[in-house]
């Protein structure tokens, strides 16, 4: 078992003592920092800086040497899997994702496979080996994976959308054919975490960015119950140590209970949701991470202090607290202002941890 010098991230998802909350901000290491758009540049683009397992390391270090931050997340992308299908993924400068070959039919789902994490996917196993070696246990490593849901919605719509208009077609259409693309990305995200974990990853998070545009009947049906297929499919243990799993579904505060029983270590929180409602619904069974509006990081630091009081305050006494913006860090926060809110994490949380 590698030893950890600061393993309050992990203790926290345990619901274990922590001296003071600990924090991580989702898309810590990219491109609200200009060492990461330098290094963008020399890269070429977005998917070679992804795909060098050197390169992707440097990203993923570059926050640390910032702040003082409790975790460390692999810099790569939720697209990863849908990128070996054969769909033709590439990057519009201020248009995100587009895929060249969208999931139209049956016939199309039936020709994509399982990638071998570490055959066309290696890549990414090959970055988590060079970053836990880099990090030299100083802080744990946390692996990710969009859900099926999430994942599908960019393979039918063909890149990022409003309206969902085609694969909501398709899910009330042709539901068995949505169902099929989901079986196959599920047992494609359990295969992934799992590879991540063995290669080092000390836990792991389901980012389910785009389960809220559904209605709760829907979300169960295609996307919490993949998501749970993904959990009880996970290794839970590795290297002598507890491997932790959050999920988290943007705009899913009306579901909360839900996710919670799916057996998952921690349930994300976007910033919709009050730290307080959340803990008296789920706190006793699960810990939580969030949930400051990224927004936030724009204001003064006696505002952005203020709001952390809040949030720790909401959440009260005691661990089962990750502190992390509601969605990821937006592109032109200043640096510094990040640096004000995890001080300001660690400063103002040591009361309630007594």
């Not at 070679?48 to 931050?69: G, H, I, W, Y």
């Not at 080092?200 to 545009?213: L, P, R, Y």
């Amino acid at each position: 078992m590698t030893e950890l010098k600061n393993d309050r991230y992990l203790r926290a998802l345990y619901k274990q003592p922590v001296d003071c909350t600990p924090v991580w901000m989702m898309r810590q290491a990219g491109r609200y920092l200009p060492e990461y758009r330098e290094l963008r540049a020399q890269a070429g683009d977005f998917l070679s800086l992804c795909k060098n397992a050197e390169l992707a390391c440097e990203v993923t270090m570059q926050p640390l040497r910032r702040f003082d931050l409790d975790a460390a997340i692999l810099f790569s992308d939720i697209l990863t899997i849908p990128d070996t299908m054969g769909l033709g993924l590439y990057f519009e400068t201020g248009e995100g994702p587009k895929f060249s070959h969208p999931i139209t039919s049956k016939a199309d789902v039936d020709k994509i496979g399982i990638p071998d994490p570490e055959g066309e996917l290696q890549y990414v196993m090959n970055a988590v080996r060079t970053i836990r070696r880099e990090l030299k246990g100083e802080v744990p490593l946390i692996g990710f994976s969009g859900s099926p849901w999430t994942l599908a919605t960019y393979m039918v719509e063909g890149g990022t959308s409003k309206a969902f208009t085609k694969i909501k077609k398709m899910m009330y259409a042709e539901p068995q054919t949505l169902h099929a693309l989901l079986d196959k990305l599920a047992d494609s995200v359990v295969s992934y975490l799992n590879a991540q974990i063995k290669a080092g990853a000390q836990s792991v998070m389901v980012f389910d960015t785009w389960g809220g545009v559904l209605t709760p009947r829907d979300y169960h049906d295609f996307s919490l119950q993949y998501m749970q297929k993904i959990v009880d499919g996970l290794i839970r243990e590795h290297d002598g140590r507890r491997v932790p799993v959050t999920l988290f579904t943007k705009n899913a505060g009306m579901w909360l209970e839900r996710i919670a029983a799916t057996g998952c270590d921690g349930v994300g929180l976007d910033w919709t949701i009050n730290m307080a409602d959340a803990k008296a619904r789920i706190g006793d069974k699960v810990a939580l991470q969030g949930n400051m509006d990224p927004s936030m990081l724009y204001a003064s630091p006696e505002r952005i202090r203020q709001e952390v009081s809040t949030i720790l305050d909401g959440f009260g006494e005691g661990t089962g607290h990750v502190f992390n913006l509601g969605h990821g860090i937006h592109l032109d926060v200043p640096p510094d202002n990040a640096g004000v809110f995890i001080d300001a994490v660690h400063e103002l949380s040591k009361p309630y941890h007594g």
